[in-house]
């Protein structure tokens, strides 16, 4: 397992003394050797310089950074402007994504779907970019039909898109049919799995129910009998998340995205228990 590949995601600090903390997190998970880190875009780029200032906080440190960057409600000068921007940083590695509206917004701008953005970049940059998407295993929230959102996903990789990371998810058969359902279609791009440590099991519950994303029963009931144990909860959801990344690398994952909500502890715990670290 030494050799799996292993990213993470974090999202632009609010304050100094925000930034100043994950830049201590980032040295401590280089412990892993990651690939390279990742930094989310809020609705309409909301957190577009915040985003700007945490990629260049990571690159001074000496590691690749990718920047998210969501294209609903944006135009395509506007997406220049922002590509250009990293160009100049020496950023080569981005995650495209269409991204939400901003409250009060009426209008999509001039990109529709991500499969437009990755498109645009490609038609407009070349080859010279390094473009991640996202993939949804128990597909797109927002999504009615799962044939639909497989064959949105299919769109983005033939536009021009490199690899994908998933949503995260607790299910590891979610995960294997859709690569299953996705390779029947040609696509070949490497799927890395997204994972997301049990950090705080109110909040993770609250992103699952809002996502669409399984947790499973029985998960779910062990951690509500837990209460307000919170070493209990910790050392449980180590010991869940550690079995369900095991069951994917053993399965022929690609790789393991971490989204570490900016700790880095109980990824750090993960990785040690898969041998990575």
Not at 142 to 152: F, G, K, L, T
Not at 208 to 228: H, N, Q, S, T
Request: proline share 5%; charged share 20%; net charge neutral.
């Amino acid at each position: 397992m030494s050799s799996t590949p292993i990213s993470f995601e974090f999202f632009p600090p609010n304050t100094p003394v925000g930034s100043d903390k994950l830049k201590t997190v980032v040295q401590d998970l280089a412990a892993v050797k990651p690939e390279f880190f990742s930094v989310t875009y809020g609705a309409g780029g909301s957190t577009r310089d915040k985003t700007l200032a945490t990629v260049r906080d990571i690159a001074a440190l000496g590691f690749e950074a990718a920047p998210h960057l969501s294209c609903v409600g944006s135009t395509e000068s506007s997406i220049a402007e922002i590509l250009a921007t990293y160009r100049a940083q020496g950023i080569r590695r981005l995650v495209a994504l269409r991204g939400d509206l901003p409250s009060g917004t009426a209008t999509a701008g001039e990109f529709r779907y991500a499969a437009d953005l990755v498109e645009f970049i490609r038609r407009t940059q070349g080859s010279d970019w390094f473009i991640e998407v996202a993939a949804y295993p128990e597909y797109h929230p927002q999504q009615r039909y799962a044939r639909r959102d497989i064959e949105h996903f299919a769109a983005k990789v033939k536009a021009g898109a490199d690899s994908a990371i998933t949503q995260f998810f607790y299910n590891a058969d979610a995960y294997f049919h859709f690569v299953d359902e996705v390779r029947a279609l040609g696509v070949t791009v490497p799927i890395v799995p997204g994972i997301m440590p049990i950090h705080n099991y109110a909040k993770i519950a609250q992103f699952a129910a809002r996502d669409g994303i399984e947790i499973p029963r029985w998960v779910a009931l062990k951690m509500e009998g837990y209460l307000d144990d919170a070493a209990s909860i910790r050392a449980f959801g180590v010991d869940v998340v550690s079995r369900l990344c095991q069951r994917l690398i053993a399965g022929g994952a690609p790789g393991i995205h971490f989204y570490t909500l900016n700790q880095s502890t109980l990824s750090l715990d993960i990785c040690r228990r898969l041998g990575l670290a």
